[in-house]
């Protein structure tokens, strides 16, 4: 029986990554309780679990004095001699029990503690897994859709996590045995809630792909300097060259398109617009406001920008709605007024 306990450890550590020594301290808990259980609260009990002799043994203690107090933690000299004339007072006499003893109420007590640090070592395992992926991209299955909520069952690596509609990118439709790219927004360390959030209307899956597609992104040669985003719509990406012989924007845009391409059709046909960073916000400004041609930009008495477009491209810099206005201002962070030359 004890060896296949161990082997039963030895096959969680295997398959669900979970430490045999942190089960085994579940499984001392999980002895106390029962033992508790069976003989009361104010007994005292050590628990013996040794995996290289494979062996599992329980011990009741019970202190050595003159007079019994209390018969369910001391015992009296004369008896404690009775089993070894070694003892004094003041020492402690041990007694094995059996746990084949232990009734039915007390085994489901120990299973359930079992189960639960089960369950934690499986969240431990997740969490930590997850912790060197956060705010990176992992690929990802779809393995259920919800047809009611929306959300989306993905399947990693290391386990399975939900794809909130809230994070999905607005429009996009899924299928099972889909792959997908998502982003690691946020890792759970509380006892409750789910392990991970992932997403895929995160600005950051965007920077994040961009690294991946772009190699002097990687290298370290094109710098990503802000990411402004409306998931299913737009992004404004600005870049900049740390090398004189590269361009940042045609190193983004690759040989006839081919790497923004890429990045587009995993983003379900979002527009990018690939802006050229500038150190002098006037320049920086202007080029956020592409694909409109701007004629000047002023800074005013209040540090906000006063930017003069050709009337033929006055709504083109504000955008439908005012977004392409809105994600420059928030790509660059200053506050911009378009007006008609």
């Known amino acids: 029986m004890n ?168 429009g996009e439709r899924f299928r099972v045995g889909d792959k997908i790219k998502v982003f690691v927004m946020e890792v759970n360390k509380e006892a409750r809630g789910p392990v991970v959030t992932l997403s895929r209307a995160h600005a950051g899956l965007v920077r994040r792909m961009f690294e991946l597609e772009i190699p002097e992104i990687a290298d370290g040669i094109v710098m990503v300097k802000g990411v402004a985003r409306e998931a299913g719509s737009r992004t404004k990406i600005a870049v900049m060259s740390r090398d004189e012989d590269v361009d940042a924007v045609g190193a983004c845009i690759g040989n006839r398109g081919v790497r923004i391409s890429a990045i587009v059709n995993e983003l379900r046909g979002e527009k990018v617009d690939i802006v050229r960073y500038s150190e002098k916000p006037e320049e920086y400004v202007a080029a956020a406001l592409a694909p409109a041609e701007v004629v000047s930009v002023t800074m005013t008495a209040d540090r906000s920008y006063r930017v003069q477009v050709a009337p033929s491209q006055l709504s083109l810099a504000i955008g439908k709605e005012g977004q392409n206005a809105r994600l420059a201002a928030r790509l660059t962070g200053c506050k911009i007024d378009i007006k008609a030359d």
């Not at 329980?58 to 202190?63: D, L, T, W």
């Not at 059996?98 to 009734?103: A, S």
């Not at 997850?130 to 993905?154: C, F, M, Q, R, W």
């Open 3 to 170: 060896t296949e306990f161990f082997n039963a450890l030895e096959l969680l550590e295997k398959e669900k990554g979970i430490p045999a020594e942190y089960m085994i301290e579940k499984i001392e808990a999980a002895l106390v309780s029962a033992y508790k259980k069976e003989y009361g609260n104010n007994t005292n009990v050590r628990i013996l679990i040794d995996p290289n002799k494979k062996d599992v043994r329980v011990y009741q203690q019970k202190e050595v004095v003159e007079e019994v107090e209390n018969p369910e933690t001391q015992i009296s000299l004369v008896d404690a001699k009775a089993i070894a004339k070694k003892y004094k007072v003041g020492m402690v006499v041990e007694t094995e029990v059996k746990t084949k003893n232990f009734r039915r109420l007390s085994a489901a007590a120990a299973k359930s503690v079992i189960i639960q640090g089960i369950r934690e070592g499986e969240r431990r395992v997740m969490q930590e897994a997850y912790e060197t992926k956060h705010e990176e991209i992992i690929t990802a299955t779809v393995s259920k859709i919800d047809p009611e909520t929306g959300n989306v069952v993905l399947e990693t690596d290391t386990s399975r996590a939900v794809l909130l509609r809230s994070e999905q990118i607005p």
